[in-house]
Nanobody, 119 residues
Framework: QVQLVESGGGLVQPGGSLRLSCAAS????????MGWYRQAPGKERELVAV???????GYAGSVKGRFTISRDNARNTVYLQMNSLKPEDTALYYC?????????????WGQGTQVTVSS
């Protein structure tokens, strides 16, 4: 079993910044992709950013140029630096990790951290 613990959410004014962190612990064989998703009230969960074990990144069009995903493989931790935040970025942000255990890959989720952008 793998646990993902997120931190760093909160209330910020439009134009401000936040940095989310997500640390993986437990039975970790090898972590492939790590990513951040978000879900706003009344909307479906959407991909925000993803990073491979080799460091290749991908972003949703709505956050490209404003958000940066990174990871520390030694600490099994993924980060999301969010700049120039907008009210439409308000959502519950979830960390995701795809973990290899032998021949199988398992999908794990964190509990979510709230980001609210409001003046």
């Amino acid at each position: 079993q793998v646990q993902l613990v997120e931190s760093g959410g909160g209330l910020v004014q439009p134009g401000g910044s936040l940095r989310l962190s997500c640390a993986a612990s437990g039975r970790i064989g090898s972590i492939n992709d790590m990513g951040w998703y978000r879900q706003a009230p009344g909307k479906e969960r959407e991909l925000v950013a993803v990073i491979t074990s080799g460091g290749t990144t991908g972003y949703a069009g709505s956050v490209k140029g404003r958000f940066t995903i990174s990871r520390d493989n030694a600490r099994n931790t993924v980060y999301l630096q969010m700049n120039s935040l907008k009210p439409e970025d308000t959502a519950l942000y979830y960390c995701n990790a795809k973990v290899l255990d032998g021949p199988r890959q398992y999908n794990y989720w964190g509990q979510g951290t709230q980001v609210t952008v409001s003046s």
